[in-house]
């Protein structure tokens, strides 16, 4: 029977591992060969320096991935992917994200870390349904205020390592934000009402010029993580004492720590990260 039983789980576990890949294709001509059939493209580590002007030949492309090549430009046939749902195209050489990117009105996960964008684009803001945003690892700035549109949808912001020197107001409208990483820009102030992200589960600030954080994030009670590590904070709020949520906090031998609640104290684990120590955090 246990034979028997291997086998069959051997047999299942291959039919899912082929379904799986159904509709993934890895090259242009295999795509372009079975046009209709493509949902997924995947092209990585192919030293690419240009994407075919091709894309809206796949009319149920769901999901694009360019990632780790030398690209320097999105072809304008990809914004007329009207069934694009992710977008990856980080480690590559891109330098803007065109304005038409918001005609891509299905996407929901969009990767650009680590390219050469020195600004995003108005129209980003005006993607119905985007749940992620990655744009670690540019030279960013600023970030869009229309960034603040996509509050019904949008659950985890990633801008670390850029140099963006302060946040839009509206991006504490993103009320269903859980995940929001500013880990080392140029941060000299959180706007007051930061309280109002009520689902913020992670809030990395580590490596900024912050010189306080607001009271308000007392009113952050997801909250589950934060990292102030060498962010320039001097204290942290007593506000933060009463998080139930709260479990680990990152600091340095610099920072002042909250007044403890005795009741949450067994839970809120704090680490004291000293120069030199890396990674700290299960998320580097």
């Known amino acids: 029977m246990t034979r028997h039983f291997a086998i069959l789980l051997f047999l299942c576990l291959s039919f899912m591992a082929k379904a799986d890949e159904k509709g993934l294709y890895k090259s242009w001509d295999e795509a372009l060969a079975d046009k209709n059939e493509v949902k997924k493209i995947k092209i990585v580590y192919a030293h690419l320096d240009t994407v075919p002007d091709v894309l809206d030949q796949f009319p149920h492309l769901e999901e694009l991935d360019l990632s780790y090549n030398d690209i320097k430009k999105l072809p304008p046939s990809l914004f007329r992917c009207h069934k694009l749902k992710r977008l990856y195209v980080f480690h590559n050489l891109i330098s803007e994200i065109p304005d038409a990117i918001a005609r891509l009105k299905e996407l929901e996960v ?170 700290y955090r299960a998320a580097q």
């Not at 690892?137 to 985890?156: E, K």
């Not at 000299?188 to 990395?204: A, C, H, M, T, W």
């Open 110 to 279: 969009l990767y650009v870390g680590y390219n050469k964008l020195t600004a995003l684009p108005d129209s980003i803001g005006y993607l119905p349904h985007l749940k992620e945003l990655f744009a670690s690892y540019n030279d960013l700035s600023t970030l869009p205020v229309s960034v603040g549109r996509l509050a019904p949808t949008l659950t985890r912001l990633k801008l670390s390592f850029n140099q963006i020197v302060s946040i839009p107001d509206e991006t504490f409208n993103l009320k269903n934000l859980q995940m929001l990483d500013f880990n080392q820009n140029l941060l000299e102030k959180l706007p007051s009402d930061i309280g109002n992200l009520k689902k913020l589960k992670v809030l990395y600030l580590g490596k900024n010029r912050i010189d306080e954080i607001p009271e308000s994030i007392g009113d952050c009670v997801a909250l589950q993580e934060i990292d102030v590590v060498r962010s320039g904070v001097l204290r942290l709020p007593n506000s933060m004492g009463d998080l139930r949520s709260l479990e680990y906090i990152f600091i340095d031998d610099r920072t002042v720590l909250f007044y403890q609640n005795p009741v949450m104290a067994q839970r809120q684990k704090v680490k004291i990260v000293k120069s030199g120590d890396y990674p």
